[in-house]
């Protein structure tokens, strides 16, 4: 009509392969995938970033209560180990204290069995006897706990001066006779009296010859008693 000619304009563009300015891949011929990523390095470059302050936080504190927790179910083994070792122990030596205890009990008990089966002899044991059997017993070298072996004779109060007498003129191992001798201490009266007649070593127990044990006049006589 009367106005101006239209123009149209028709251009190809035509886009090499690779990269464009707005993240697209081109294929060859110019054609290109809207939302391709491009390959390799190209593409760790526009890959967004995400936030890691947060996500990296939480990682560190699990590992370090991992750790914690670990290390504490190593401290209960270990501990736990160590009592069971302990108590092993003890149990052993608690055995071998009993078993030693058993053996020292069972040796006075034999010692006490013999003593019985001389004194039961259908003659009275002379002193020299006494000595003999004691020294027989080679208690030095087999049982080394028991120092002394006495005897106490269990003598009536209307005996006790014909007693005494007995005692002095005593020859079998002394020619002698202990004519000191005298039952000790006469305290308080009484029916009888358990005196130390026969003791060995007498060089160490001379001391104790003619003790009435019966007094109690202090420990060390108690003891003696019980021997």
């Known amino acids: 009509g009367?106005?101006?000619?239209r123009v149209q304009v028709h251009a190809e563009i035509a886009v090499p392969v690779g990269l464009d300015p707005h993240g697209v891949v081109a294929e060859p011929g110019g054609h290109a995938r809207a939302g391709d990523r491009p390959p390799g390095d190209a593409a760790?470059?526009?890959?967004?970033?995400?936030?890691?302050?947060?996500a990296g936080a939480a990682g560190c504190a699990a590992g370090l209560l991992a750790g914690i927790g670990l290390?504490?179910?190593?401290?209960?083994?270990?501990?736990?180990?160590?009592?069971?070792?302990?108590?092993?122990?003890?149990?052993?030596?608690?055995h071998e204290i009993?078993?030693?205890?058993?053996?020292?009990?069972?040796?006075?008990?034999?010692?006490?069995?013999?003593?019985?089966?001389?004194?039961?002899?259908?003659?009275?044991v002379t002193?020299?006897?006494?000595?003999?059997?004691?020294?027989?017993?080679?208690?030095?070298?087999?049982?080394?706990a028991i120092t002394t072996v006495n005897y106490g004779e269990l003598v009536a109060s209307a005996d006790l001066e014909r007693f005494e007498r007995r005692v002095r003129n005593d020859r079998s191992l002394d020619p002698a006779g202990y004519p000191a001798f005298k039952v000790f201490p006469r305290r308080q009266p009484r029916p009888?009296?358990?005196?130390?007649?026969?003791?060995?070593?007498?060089?160490?127990?001379?001391?104790?010859?003619?003790?009435?044990?019966?007094?109690?006049?202090?420990?060390?006589?108690?003891?003696?008693?019980?021997?």
């Open 127 to 144: 002193r020299r006897q006494f000595r003999d059997f004691v020294d027989s017993l080679d208690l030095e070298q087999r049982n080394p």
């Open 44 to 54: 760790a470059q526009v890959a967004p970033l995400r936030p890691q302050g947060h």
């Open 98 to 124: 009993d078993r030693a205890i058993a053996s020292r009990l069972d040796s006075y008990k034999e010692l006490l069995w013999d003593l019985r089966g001389l004194f039961h002899a259908p003659q009275p």
């Open 71 to 94: 290390s504490l179910l190593t401290g209960w083994y270990v501990a736990g180990q160590v009592r069971a070792d302990a108590r092993a122990a003890f149990d052993q030596e608690a």
């Open 192 to 227: 009888t009296h358990e005196v130390l007649v026969y003791l060995e070593p007498f060089a160490s127990m001379g001391a104790s010859f003619g003790i009435d044990m019966t007094q109690r006049p202090s420990a060390r006589f108690e003891e003696l008693r019980r021997s």
């Open 2 to 5: 009367g106005g101006r000619p």
